[in-house]
């Protein structure tokens, strides 16, 4: 039986484009008998407050999406993830580096790397004996590193996306953990995926580059490596991922407006080559015959004006 998850950053309220990717998440598992968690990764960003935690179940119940077993937070996993960095830095996979965000800035090569950012130059790597050093010469309390092996490409085959290759050169050296003491994203997520036994992951294919440093890292720590599945983001007219220009997209705002949460599921269904009318009644009737193969390979496009109070 597959187990996926649904992995949501409360960083601030779920939008179409999160209920979209979760839906589909949904439909996907539960169209094939399957398990799926709910693990709020509320490491992710500035400190998290509990209330949007809270926020983040009551869209998702709201959108009537369920899932199984206890709510999982990334924060109470803390020694599991500190175990991992001490098993890269054991294996010399990993090293302090002391930069700033403006440093990399500064030395980067390309200005404009796209939306994760410059690749890191690595100006770090083999540049400090220890955490200890670095700290000593900088004042800084340093982040950790993986070692991206050079002139490598890292191959993700894809459920919904097909075969992605990544050369090495464009990942950079990525955060494993943050100066300020506490695990990064990628190493997170591979810690948790494979402690929870997940082994399907769909999410939105802004994340597509992040399978490959994921898998780099699951290599290294020789844990399995769970099935990919990236689907389109919703974009707004001008064809970039939706965000607060857009208007307020966000599934707590439309609620507030009196939009009907059977109106949302319609529209998230017209976006994925469903059925609307049986999105009406709740996202059980849409399971049946689901096939993620046949979800539209373009973005969707939000306009204004698609979901107004009934
Ligand atoms: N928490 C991440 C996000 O909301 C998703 C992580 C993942 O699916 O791996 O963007």
């Known amino acids: ?3 996926g998850r649904l992995a949501p950053s409360p ?6 484009g999160n209920a979209r990717t ?32 809270q926020a983040t179940l009551e869209d998702l119940r709201w959108l009537g999406l369920d899932w199984d ?24 996979l990993v090293y302090p580096c002391t930069c700033s965000r403006r440093d990399i800035e500064r030395a980067a090569s390309a200005p404009h790397a796209g939306e994760e950012g410059p690749v890191y130059p690595g100006t770090c790597r083999g540049r400090w004996q220890d955490a200890a050093e670095a700290e000593a010469a900088t004042g800084r309390r340093p982040a950790w590193r993986f070692r991206v092996p050079e002139g490598q490409r890292i191959g993700i085959e894809d459920r919904f996306a097909g075969h992605r290759s990544f050369p090495s050169e464009g990942l950079g050296d990525f955060v ?8 990064a994203y990628q190493l997170a997520v591979v810690v948790d995926d494979a402690e929870q036994g997940v082994d399907e992951i769909l999410r939105g294919e802004d994340l597509l580059p ?15 490596l769970p099935r990919q ?16 220009r857009h208007g307020d997209t966000s599934l707590a705002g439309l609620r507030r407006q009196g939009v009907e949460p059977a109106e949302v599921r319609a529209l998230l269904a017209r976006w994925s080559g469903l059925d609307e009318e049986a999105a009406r009644a709740g996202p059980a009737a849409l399971l049946e015959g689901f096939a993620l193969e046949r979800v539209p390979r373009e973005p969707a496009v939000w306009r204004p004006g698609l979901l107004d109070p009934g």
């Open 22 to 53: 979760f839906l589909l998440a949904w439909l996907d598992l539960r169209s094939r008998g399957g398990e799926l968690l709910l693990r709020v990764e509320d490491l992710d960003g500035p400190r998290v407050r509990k209330e949007a935690v």
């Open 11 to 16: 960083t601030g309220v779920l939008h179409l």
């Open 69 to 92: 077993g206890p709510v999982v937070l990334q924060s109470h996993r803390l020694d599991r993830h500190r175990a991992a960095l001490e098993r890269l830095q054991e294996a010399g």
């Open 210 to 224: 992040s399978a490959a440093r994921q898998r780099l890292l699951q290599e290294a720590l020789d844990l399995p």
């Open 229 to 244: 599945a990236h689907v389109p983001l919703v974009v707004g007219e001008d064809g970039r991922r939706l965000a607060k």
């Open 1 to 3: 039986m597959p187990r």
């Open 176 to 183: 494993v953990w943050k100066r300020d003491g506490t695990p």
